[in-house]
């Protein structure tokens, strides 16, 4: 069975840090573009990064801030989250694109507030 489960969301206060996982069942990620997505309350969802060997992209809103990491070996993408502003509070969605599927996760809540 395909599957994205990703995990690491919750309350973080302004300027801190936040690590969101995202573990594929059922498919190797090797061959695929991964991305991280979030959706603010009230707006449409947008890609925040992306990872395909051996380019990775940003939003301008969160270059310098977030990295993401591909780790082919555990199957799995890390989203590294530093200096966290309130307008990063979102839902965060693991999405996996690739010849044979696109697939997304459940996604995880991330609320940055003091």
């Known amino acids: 069975q395909v599957q994205l489960v990703e995990s690491g969301g919750g309350l973080v206060q302004p300027g801190g840090s936040a690590r969101l996982s995202c573990v594929a069942w059922g498919f190797n990620i090797s061959t695929y573009l991964m991305r991280w997505y979030r959706q603010a309350p009230g707006k449409e969802r947008e890609m925040v990064a992306s990872?395909?060997?051996?380019?990775?992209k940003y939003a301008d809103s969160v270059q310098g801030r977030f990295t993401i990491f591909k780790d082919n070996a555990k199957n799995t993408v890390t989203l590294q989250m530093n200096s966290l502003k309130p307008e990063d509070t979102a839902v965060f969605y693991c999405?996996?694109?690739?010849?044979?599927?696109?697939?997304w996760g459940q996604g995880t809540r991330v609320t940055v507030s003091s």
């Open positions: 999405n996996a694109w690739g010849v044979d599927g696109h697939y």
């Open positions: 990872s395909i060997e051996p380019v990775t």
